[in-house]
C-alpha cells in the first residue's frame, strides 16, 4: 500500500499515514475514558447518581482540538494537490482518450497506443479528453486518478515513474456495460528502449499515412497501392479508435456484432423500428460508423457513438478493407 513506485507516491502516503495516526490516537483515546468512565462511575462506586452541570475547559478542548485536526488536514492535503497540479515543463505530453470501452495514447509524434509507453524517471503529463461519458483514469501502482469530463478538455494529471515495469491501468468511474473491460497497461521503459520504441512507430505512422494518402488518391489499383498494407493500417485502427472493446475478430459476441466473416453476409437489422435485410458491404460498413443507430443489428443494442469526425475517409476505407480481410 506505501509503495512508492511515483512521485504521487509519498504526496499520497503522507495524508494516509496521518489520517491513520489520528484514528487510531482517537481510537485509543475514545476507548480508554469508556474503560475509565465505566470504572470510575460504576453502580458500586457510585450508588446514588448527581448531576454533572457542565465542564467549560472539556467543552473548549472537544471544539478546538477537532478544529485544529481538521485545519492540519486540510493543508497537508492542500500542499499534495498543488504539487499534483504544478507540472514540470519539461514533461512529456500525451493525449489520453477515453471511451466506450477503451483507452488510446497519443504522442507528439502522431503514434496513437492502446497502452501508454513512458521512460523511466521522465515527467510524463497526460491530457485527458472523454468522447462520450465521464470516465476516470487510475493508475493504482502510481497512485494517481483524475475523472474525464465530456466536453472539458483542460483535466490532466502527471507523474514521473519510478521503476520500470508494467502496471494496471484502469477506469474508476462506471461508465457502462463492459466497464470492467476498459483495462489497459503503463509500461516503463529505460530511456534508451523508450527511444527506440518511439522512433520505430513514428516511423510506422509515416508509413500507415503514405498508404491511406495513396489509397485515397485512388490513382492506381488497390492491389497496385497495396491492399496487404490497407488491410495493415485496418488493423491497426481497429485497435487505435477502438472498435476492439465493442467487436471482436475471432466471432465472440461483444457489444456489437464480431467482424469475423461479416463482409458479404446477410444480417437482420431495425430500421425504425421495422426488420430487415441488409448485405454487409463497404457502403453498409460506412454508415454503420458515420450513422450507427440507423440500422441496428437485431439482438443488439444501439449503443455505438457516431464516428462522424473521429475517423476520416480514408481511414474508413482502411478499415472496410480489414474488416472484408476477416471474410476470407
Not at 470510575?40 to 485544529?68: C, D, K
Not at 495514447?105 to 502522431?110: F, K, P, S, T, V
Not at 469530463?149 to 502527471?158: I, M, R, S
Request: proline share 5%; aromatic share 10%.
Amino acid at each position: 500500500m506505501l509503495s512508492n513506485l511515483s512521485n504521487m507516491s509519498e504526496k499520497v502516503n503522507g495524508p494516509i499515514l496521518a489520517v491513520s495516526a489520528i484514528c487510531i490516537l482517537i481510537l485509543l483515546a475514545v476507548t480508554g475514558f469508556m474503560v475509565y468512565f465505566s470504572i470510575r462511575y460504576s453502580r458500586r462506586r457510585n450508588p446514588v447518581s448527581s448531576e454533572v452541570q457542565g465542564n467549560a475547559l472539556l467543552e473548549i478542548a472537544w471544539t478546538v482540538l477537532p478544529t485544529l485536526i481538521a485545519f492540519a488536514l486540510f493543508w497537508y492535503g492542500w500542499v499534495g494537490y498543488k504539487y499534483m497540479k504544478d507540472v514540470p515543463a519539461d514533461a512529456m505530453v500525451v493525449k489520453v482518450t477515453g471511451r466506450q470501452w477503451s483507452w488510446s495514447h497519443e504522442y507528439a509524434n502522431g503514434v496513437t497506443s492502446p497502452e501508454l509507453n513512458v521512460p523511466v524517471g521522465k515527467p510524463v503529463r497526460l491530457n485527458l479528453h472523454s468522447t462520450d461519458v465521464i470516465h476516470s483514469y487510475y493508475i493504482p501502482a502510481f497512485k494517481v486518478k483524475q475523472d474525464l469530463v465530456p466536453g472539458n478538455d483542460k483535466l490532466y494529471l502527471w507523474f514521473v515513474a519510478n521503476k520500470t515495469g508494467r502496471y494496471d491501468v484502469l477506469c474508476a468511474e462506471y461508465c457502462g456495460l463492459r466497464h470492467s473491460a476498459m483495462h489497459t497497461y503503463v509500461n516503463v521503459m529505460p530511456q534508451g528502449k523508450f527511444d527506440a520504441w518511439y522512433k520505430a512507430e513514428g516511423e510506422k505512422v509515416a508509413r500507415m499515412k503514405a498508404t491511406l494518402a495513396a489509397a485515397t488518391k485512388g490513382a492506381q489499383p488497390a492491389a497496385a497501392t497495396g491492399e496487404g498494407a490497407l488491410v495493415a493500417v485496418g488493423r491497426k485502427l481497429y485497435e487505435m479508435k477502438g472498435c476492439v472493446a465493442c467487436h471482436s475478430v475471432d466471432g465472440s459476441r461483444l457489444i456489437g456484432p464480431s467482424f469475423k466473416g461479416i463482409f458479404g453476409h446477410t444480417v437482420t437489422v431495425l430500421t425504425a423500428g421495422h426488420e430487415r435485410s441488409l448485405q454487409v458491404d463497404a457502403a453498409y460498413i460506412r454508415k454503420s460508423i458515420i450513422k450507427p443507430t440507423d440500422d441496428i443489428v437485431k439482438g443488439y443494442q444501439p449503443l455505438m457513438p457516431s464516428q462522424q469526425g473521429i475517423v476520416t475517409d480514408s481511414e474508413i476505407n482502411a478499415l472496410v478493407a480489414y474488416i472484408k480481410s476477416l471474410s476470407k
